[in-house]
């Protein structure tokens, strides 16, 4: 729907919108929260009962505004090709296993996606380390100001980076990123009991997905053939979405057999550190094309 000059900006808008959302989201429903249980008389299962339902009301919007607001553009970058005119699958996959670049990208991504510490990890590890056990509900807003400090940075991030890709290209906000992640999760390895030390470890979760994920999709939009761009994305996806899947239950079991979480943490970040020198030394940014 956009030109290449723009992809960036598109993707950063797109991801930033949406965080917008969660950030405000979980604001409203400790808001709510707080309110029935202290001025009404329900129980807390009928509390959250209604948290869920109020929450479902936004969504519901949504599909209307798509299905009454919302045009689909079918050119793909000022053409007038039908991706079906490709082929059968197998030329798909040909096709795409044509452009090295995309492919030495996906291999790298599957290896940070792999080990990249997912944030209920971040989230127990944090209530290890400020002593917060699950029955201290009084304490359960600690955990959801935590994962608020992610969207809190990931929102204006997203923005800024997107549009930044655009105008230095997608390679060197992917990278930062990565350094970033791996920083932060070696920070985990060794930090401090305090709530402002968990807290800006967060927040930097949130600043590295904002430099990764818009570069990330325009980058894969980028290198992959026009008439293909929506396989790729998907592909990309469905690949690093399989990577991410079994890196938890060893993230899991590291911590256990370990008896703490610094070993996992320590291995997490370092890996990460190792996707960054991939992707800085084996993938080539393309040369852009100016668009009509």
């Known amino acids: 729907s956009v030109p290449q000059e723009e992809r960036g ?9 949406d965080t917008l959302g969660a950030m405000l989201g979980p604001l409203l429903g400790l808001g709510i929260f707080y309110l029935l249980s ?3 008389r329900i129980g807390t299962e009928s509390t959250f009962r209604f948290i869920f339902f109020a929450a479902a009301i936004p969504t519901v919007v949504s599909i209307f505004i798509i299905i009454t607001r919302t045009r689909e553009v079918k050119e793909f970058g000022g053409s007038h090709e039908n991706p079906a005119s490709v082929g059968p ?17 996906t291999i790298i991504s599957c290896l940070f996606a792999f080990w990249a510490v997912t944030e209920n990890f ?14 201290e509900m009084g304490e359960i807003w600690l955990v959801v100001i935590l994962y608020w400090f992610i969207n809190v940075t990931f929102a204006p991030t997203a923005l800024y980076a997107g549009r930044l890709s655009d105008r230095i290209g997608r390679k060197l906000p992917i990278f930062l990123s990565l350094v970033i992640l791996a920083a ?10 305090t709530y402002w030390h968990i807290g800006i470890l967060f927040a930097l979760h949130g600043v590295y997905q904002g430099f990764l994920k818009p570069a990330q ?17 998907g592909g990309y ?28 943490f320590l291995l997490s970040g ?5 996707a960054a020198i991939l992707l800085l030394f084996f993938v080539r940014e393309p040369a852009r094309k100016s668009s009509d």
Do not use: N
Request: glycine letters at 8%; one cysteine or more.
């Open 122 to 135: 971040m989230l127990v590890c944090g209530l290890r380390v400020l002593d917060i056990s699950r029955q």
């Open 270 to 274: 370092s890996f990460v550190a190792l």
């Open 184 to 193: 932060l999760t070696l920070g985990f390895a060794f930090v401090g009991p």
């Open 38 to 40: 202290h001025y009404t």
């Open 217 to 233: 999709k325009a980058f894969v939009a980028d290198l992959a053939p026009e008439e293909l761009r929506a396989t790729a994305l």
């Open 237 to 264: 996806s469905m690949l690093t979405g399989a990577a991410s899947v079994p890196g938890p239950l060893i993230f899991g079991l590291l911590w256990h057999y370990s008896g703490g979480w610094r070993l996992p």
């Open 89 to 105: 699958r197998t030329s798909r996959l040909a096709a795409l296993k044509a452009h090295k670049t995309l492919l030495i990208f």
């Open 9 to 17: 900006l598109a993707f950063g808008l797109l991801d930033s919108m």
